[in-house]
């Protein structure tokens, strides 16, 4: 849990694109030291792309460029989303940022059992209520991936065009995806609600007992003060020097190459 919360700060602390693929690479790091297959990480950031797609182009329409970007073309023509190096760079880094928090979130789910987790937000001091509702969320990840999956494959049965090459159309294309995934999910949801409830868990759920008791050992804290300190670190970089912002790569290569 203090490895997701600091690899979600950090992810959000560091705006550099090349900062957010350094990110992803320990995060590719952590899968191989988990002895998860390449493969499982590849099936799990295919189903992605199409959202990765959208991010980027909204990024121009809703995330305006920094004072005295140089505009280079725009997006709609004759002057709507403007293109520029500044928001070429949001765009990647938001895209990137959101590939690695699906990472991470599935990491945990993978190599950790929802029961814990469960015990592990209990141990945290938070209200029973909500540690279920984020044990909830962490173990609807692969759900919504093997959902979402599903309807591509039924829409695709019934002559749907989702491998279109243009970015505009692919877009359009996957509506009729991505509208049925949103309903199942709130189906689901309410599958969940009711499950919940018919088991009496609002019945004086602050005392409950639990059969298996988490301990917290050596390397666990050494880890986690890893952790901090890292998190520490990138911290001070980000706002008391100003480092790792959106365009802090490209302008070290930019006075590079003048030089």
């Not at 590849?42 to 990765?52: Q, Y």
Request: net charge positive.
């Amino acid at each position: 849990m203090l490895m997701f919360l600091c690899l979600t700060v950090i992810a959000t602390l560091v705006l550099d694109p090349i900062g957010v693929l350094l990110l992803l690479m320990i995060i590719v790091v952590f899968y191989e030291l988990a002895k998860i297959p390449f493969v499982k990480l590849w099936e799990i950031t295919k189903p992605l792309f199409p959202a990765m797609i959208m991010f980027f182009l909204l990024n121009f329409f809703f995330v305006a460029p920094p004072a005295g970007s140089k505009v280079y073309a725009y997006l709609i023509p004759p002057n709507l989303a403007p293109i520029t190096v500044e928001g070429v760079l949001i765009g990647i880094t938001n895209v990137l940022r959101f590939v690695l928090f699906i990472w991470v979130v599935r990491l945990v789910t993978l190599v950790t059992p929802i029961t814990d987790i469960l015990l592990g937000c209990v141990k945290l001091g938070m209200p029973i209520e909500i540690s279920t509702a984020l044990g909830i969320a962490f173990s609807y990840v692969p759900f919504m991936i093997h959902e979402f999956r599903t309807v591509i494959e039924a829409q695709r049965s019934r002559g749907a065009q989702l491998d279109n090459k243009n970015p505009i159309k692919k877009m359009r294309a996957f509506m009729p995806v991505l509208v049925p995934s949103i309903y199942l999910a709130i189906l689901r949801g309410m599958d969940i609600a009711r499950a919940i409830e018919s088991r009496a868990f609002s019945f004086n759920p602050a005392k409950r007992t639990y059969r298996r008791q988490l301990v917290i050992k050596r390397r666990d804290k050494i880890f986690g003060a890893i952790l901090i300190v890292i998190t520490t670190a990138i911290a001070v970089l980000r706002f008391y020097m100003g480092w790792l912002g959106y365009t802090f790569t490209f302008s070290i290569l930019t006075r590079l190459l003048v030089k």
